[in-house]
């Protein structure tokens, strides 16, 4: 199942619906779609923050199934969205997680892929969508034993006057 976490409440995505949205996500964007269809597929839970006042939903507590967070500090902007102190679900999540993904480069299938393998063997994974400016930030702060840093090969990510397609 596909969840957004809002400010407010956790509200879930019906499949169909989510199905439409994974049809209709850019090029830009398909490399999430592993974990979107794992989820379409009820392999595992995937529960996305994107705005940086929601809470960490509490209810994730109480669940047994795998579970994906993301959260996503990059919405293509050189200091994203401002790195774990800007995220109200930061201490929480750090405290829920038993594995995470800091992710601050380019986004790849095999990245996503990787992801639904760790939530399916350790049961709660963070996957965090950053810039390679607070991706240090962002371990550090979850201070996860199993971490997992995806970085450029070379430079930064996003590149700087990188033109963002929506």
Known sequence: MIYAALPDRLASIPQDKAAQLRDRLPAAYRFVTPAALAAEQNLIDLVGIAEPAAPFPWLLNQR???TIVLVGDDPGLALGLGGPEAWRCTERLGRWCRAAIIHAA???PEHYVAAVHGALTVGRLALIETTTHYAAAWAERLACPRT???L???GQH???NAEVVH
Request: proline share 20%.
């Open 152 to 154: 450029p090969r070379e």
């Open 106 to 108: 380019g986004g790849e």
């Open 64 to 66: 047994t199934r795998a």
């Open 148 to 150: 997992l840093m995806i």
């Open 158 to 160: 996003p590149l700087p």
